[in-house]
């Protein structure tokens, strides 16, 4: 069945950068259109970054926007967050999910090939 793993969250200060990777074990990346999202305690899980199949088209949530990327390396199989300014408020567990289609969604129901999460903290 294959299974996605998070990796790269942690602790850090107001105002520094993390770097998520989501990578997958047997199952091939190549023809999922791939995403992450974040859910804050007591909040429902939110859309953060998407991006196609091949890498040329990305989607971000108005709250990250110009802050997070999401690239993707199909050879490595492996779709990574780069998350800079991080504030407070981008403290959560990250979730990367796929999904075989072209399209982008930014609702988590549309997603059945999901992580274990990983937590970020930001602190003051």
């Known amino acids: 069945q294959g299974q996605l793993l998070e990796s790269g969250g942690g602790l850090v200060q107001a105002g520094g950068s993390l770097r998520l990777s989501c990578s997958a074990s047997?199952?091939?990346?190549?023809?999922?259109?791939m995403v992450w999202f974040r859910q804050a305690p007591g909040q429902e899980r939110e859309f953060v970054a998407g991006?196609?199949?091949?890498?040329?088209?990305?989607k971000y949530a108005d709250s990250v926007k110009g802050r997070f990327t999401i690239s993707r390396d199909n050879a490595k199989n492996t779709v990574d967050l780069q998350m800079n300014s991080l504030t407070p408020e981008d403290t959560a567990v990250y979730y990367c999910?796929?999904?075989?289609?072209?399209?982008?969604?930014?609702?988590?129901?549309?997603?059945?090939?999901w992580g274990q999460g990983t937590q970020v903290t930001v602190s003051l």
């Open positions: 999910a796929g999904r075989e289609t072209p399209a982008i969604f930014t609702q988590g129901q549309s997603y059945t090939f």
């Open positions: 047997g199952r091939s990346l190549t023809q999922y259109t």
């Open positions: 991006i196609s199949r091949e890498g040329k088209n990305t």
